[in-house]
């Protein structure tokens, strides 16, 4: 029926380079716990801490920088 959520959890300890990750099931929440985070998307930059909130829309190509270790919570909605 393509309707629910996933949640996940993610950590990282450098930025992503020549790569990108998009979701084509649904919209991304993300929640960061811990670090610094830059998603830098097609439709600019998003900076974003610990209690910040981060929607990515469905289909939308985006990276991750970060200066050292980061983590969090990820909601896929779809």
């Known amino acids: 029926t393509q309707g629910g959520a996933g949640i996940h959890l993610y950590a990282a300890n450098r ?3 020549d790569r990108v990750f998009y979701c084509a099931d649904g919209e991304l929440l993300i929640v960061p716990q811990l670090g610094r ?36 919570y990820v909601c896929e909605n779809y």
């Open 37 to 72: 985070q830059v998603f830098v998307t097609e439709l600019g930059r998003i900076e974003a801490e610990a209690g910040h909130i981060v929607v990515i829309p469905r289909g939308v190509r985006f990276r991750v920088e970060c200066d050292g270790p980061i983590r969090g």
């Open 15 to 17: 930025s992503m380079t």
